[in-house]
């Protein structure tokens, strides 16, 4: 049976939170997770997010199947932090413009830490691994 079937072996839906205050950013995103999710024949559901705020107060855990926070320096790492602390199991991608978060962020277990700028086949193949490890 499919890792993702729901009752009746219906495959349910991975929903993937962008948060971004970037509306390219978030646009690139969303477009390759859909290029991803075809390739792999999942179905994802994905919900952008410009302001922490309003990601907090959608957040739950086990709502999200994967989060990819791109707000940066420590906005995005105490973002990512907090998710973790609330759902051990949210899979999570961090982009930053500097290193400067990255051992902080595999120590709260990020799946993985991308640099700006950030190529289309690097950004595609972390967001393949958030939908397939």
């Known amino acids: 049976m499919d890792a993702f079937a729901g009752d009746a072996g219906k495959m349910t839906e991975m929903r993937i939170a962008v948060c971004s205050a970037d509306e390219r950013e978030i646009a690139r995103i969303c477009s390759l997770l859909d290029v991803c ?3 792999i024949r ?3 559901t994905t919900e952008a997010f410009r302001s922490e ?7 739950r855990p086990g709502y999200f199947y994967g989060v ?3 707000y940066g ?6 973002l990512a932090r907090s998710v973790r602390e609330q759902d051990s ?3 999570m991608i961090l982009l930053d413009d500097t290193e400067r978060y990255a051992i902080r962020g595999l120590r709260i277990h ?7 700028p950030i190529d289309n086949d690097r ?3 972390a967001l393949l691994r958030l939908l397939t490890d």
Do not use: N, S
């Not at 705020?53 to 957040?59: G, I, L, P």
């Not at 320096?73 to 105490?78: E, M, N, S, T």
């Not at 990020?110 to 700006?116: G, K, P």
């Open 68 to 70: 990819a926070v791109c």
């Open 37 to 39: 999710a075809a390739a």
């Open 42 to 44: 999942r179905r994802v």
């Open 123 to 125: 950004l595609r193949a």
């Open 89 to 91: 199991g949210c899979r």
């Open 53 to 59: 705020d309003r990601f907090r107060e959608v957040f």
């Open 73 to 78: 320096d420590v906005r995005g790492f105490l």
């Open 110 to 116: 990020i799946d993985d830490f991308l640099v700006r």
